[in-house]
């Protein structure tokens, strides 16, 4: 399977400011790559599809402009929360796609980056 | 309605239990189906993939009814160790993952 990494895997930060979250994707290229988003004893909702030379596709409800996602290579993808506020205080995780000649895709996770805005 | 629903639990057995989880799903074009494992304050990790033939994987069995859309896990002798939050995650090929709010369980000795 892929080792996905993420970083920082905790950030402390204050109202208004703006925090970046790395997704490494370490022994696969990975053309397409998914940012969830956990709130406490809630589901992983997906926030965003990330797609390697190409825009994001963003869920209904998470807004573009706060949320920017780069993915600027095969190996990384960034999330940048833009001028977070407490309500953005959650645990995101983001997943790989290994894709293959198999019926099925199977998702490869990091390990989480827990933000919490004061 | 919510595309995968899970019994939230929680569920709090003894050691050595058998203890079965049930999930359902909504969109009849899902493709593939996974239990995830997540324990506290961590990331999920994949448990095992569902066939629709059923199958198993030592303590763990997994069946899929695609004419009820609808999944299970059993655990059998549960351990301690078993205690975390169970996903049932559904897909089409090549999308991202679809989440139920995942089912509890605690085991105690």
């Known amino acids: 399977g892929a080792v996905v990494s993420q970083h920082p895997s905790r950030v402390i930060c204050k109202s208004g400011t703006s925090v970046k979250i790395e997704c490494r994707s370490l022994?696969?290229?990975?053309?397409?790559m998914f940012w969830y988003r956990q709130f406490p004893k809630q589901s992983l909702m997906l926030m965003a599809t990330?797609?390697?030379?190409?825009?994001?596709?963003?869920e209904q409800g998470v807004e573009k402009d706060k949320f920017l996602i780069n993915h600027a290579s095969l190996t990384l993808s960034t999330l940048t929360v833009t001028s977070a506020h407490p309500e953005d205080s959650s645990f995101y995780i983001c997943?790989?796609?290994?894709?293959?000649?198999?019926?099925?895709?199977?998702?490869?996770f990091g390990p989480g980056t827990r933000l919490t805005v004061l | 309605r919510k595309e995968v629903e899970q019994d939230p639990g929680p569920f709090n057995v003894p050691e050595g239990a058998t203890v079965a989880f049930n999930c359902t799903y909504s969109?009849?074009?899902?493709?593939?189906f996974f239990w995830y494992r997540q324990d506290c304050r961590k990331e999920p990790k994949l448990l095992m993939s569902?066939?629709?033939s059923g199958n198993e994987d030592g303590r763990f069995t997994a069946q899929l009814n695609r004419a009820s859309q609808y999944i299970s896990l059993l655990i059998r002798d549960s351990k301690l160790s078993d205690s975390a939050t169970y996903l049932c995650?559904?897909?089409?090929?090549?999308?991202?993952?679809?989440f139920g709010k995942g089912t509890t369980l605690s085991v105690s000795s």
């Open positions: 997943s790989v796609l290994l894709a293959g000649g198999s019926s099925y895709n199977e998702q490869f």
């Open positions: 022994d696969f290229q990975a053309t397409t």
């Open positions: 990330s797609n390697e030379g190409s825009k994001a596709t963003y």
């Open positions: 969109n009849s074009a899902s493709q593939s």
């Open positions: 569902v066939y629709s």
């Open positions: 995650v559904v897909n089409q090929a090549g999308t991202a993952l679809i």
